[in-house]
């Protein structure tokens, strides 16, 4: 949007000074507080189970925020939302079946999506105010709610993954942070839950938090994931609006290694490609210093 020239930074100082209203963020586990200078506010509303804000920023685009944490913005929100999809989607040989947990905005769903092999696309939500504020307001992503491959639900995901067995070839977990009715997608009990619901060679994923201000969280996830899964692993992305911005996502594998793509990527992407699949795990001796040890660098 803006060089990146002496000119360029002037432009954006200029924008920022124009507007007086400040969103700070609310995040529970960062040591920081990120700062965003609101152009607009767009929506605000309290549905039955979070406040729901849309704003927009000079730099970011619109901004949507739940319980005073930025979820996702226009500018990044694609790297997120194709990490979470594409690793465990290219991962499997052929995933016909996927259930998505949360995710209420669309942007995993539209990216689940573009496999040409996926044939159903379950998309369980909690919160249907979330998925109408996206509608309204995040069209680049809720657009693939139309697809007729694309299934709604409005239920606690934790509740509707209990009812199914051998039922999905992967499962992917798109989430706010583990606080609240969300931290229930962090348990072992519920990781044991999704593999009874994933088919004899089914893969998970998650989103896991940041390994610089929520190191802790990131452990835990993994060793839940261990007590379940014979193949876990870690990959990440840097996302700029997410405090720690070194984001990971926790997978776990019934049967086929996760670190190199089964298949040949016939679709258009920003940001993931076969390379960034691959890189994007932690090297085995990085891992087993910060997940195994657990010991800062």
């Given at each position: 949007m803006f060089s990146h020239n002496r000119k360029g930074k002037k432009e954006i100082l200029k924008l920022l000074t124009m507007f007086d209203i400040h969103f700070f963020e609310r995040d529970p586990y960062a040591p920081v507080r990120h700062?965003?200078?609101?152009?607009?506010?767009l929506y605000q509303t309290k549905s039955k189970y979070q406040e729901i804000l849309v704003f927009e920023n000079p730099f970011f685009g619109k901004v949507l925020v739940l319980d005073g944490v930025v979820q996702l913005t226009e500018r990044d929100e694609f790297i997120y939302h194709e990490m979470l999809a594409h690793v465990p989607l290219m991962a499997h040989p052929n995933p016909k079946k996927v259930l998505i947990i949360g995710g209420g905005d669309g942007g995993t769903l539209r990216e689940v999506l573009k496999h040409p092999e996926v044939e159903e696309a379950i998309l369980v939500d909690i919160?249907?105010?979330?998925?109408?504020?996206?509608?309204?307001?995040?069209?680049?992503?809720s657009k693939s709610f139309e697809d007729p491959r694309a299934i709604v639900v409005n239920e606690d995901g934790v509740k509707y993954i209990q009812d199914y067995e051998?039922?999905?070839?992967?499962?992917?977990?798109?989430?706010t942070d583990p606080v609240g009715f969300a931290y229930a997608l962090t348990t072992e009990e519920f990781f044991k839950?999704?593999?009874?619901?994933?088919?004899?060679?089914?893969?998970?994923?998650?989103?896991?938090?940041?390994?610089?201000?929520h190191l802790d969280i990131v452990r835990r996830f993994q060793n839940n994931l261990k007590n379940v899964f014979p193949i876990v692993d870690l990959y990440t992305a840097v996302i700029p609006?997410?405090?720690?911005?070194?984001?990971?996502?926790?997978?776990?594998?019934?049967?086929?290694?996760?670190?190199?793509?089964?298949?040949?990527?016939?679709?258009?992407?920003?940001?993931?490609?076969?390379?960034v699949h691959r890189h994007s795990f932690l090297p085995e001796e990085l891992y087993e210093k910060l997940i195994v040890k657990g010991e800062w660098l």
């Open positions: 700062c965003y200078a609101v152009g607009n506010i919160d249907k105010e979330v998925i109408e504020t996206s509608k309204k307001f995040f069209p680049t992503l051998n039922e999905f070839d992967v499962v992917i977990v798109d989430s839950t999704v593999f009874r619901a994933l088919k004899e060679d089914g893969i998970y994923a998650g989103q896991s938090e940041s390994i610089h201000y609006t997410y405090a720690g911005y070194w984001w990971t996502f926790s997978i776990g594998s019934k049967k086929h290694p996760v670190r190199e793509p089964k298949r040949e990527k016939k679709f258009d992407t920003r940001y993931y490609s076969e390379v």
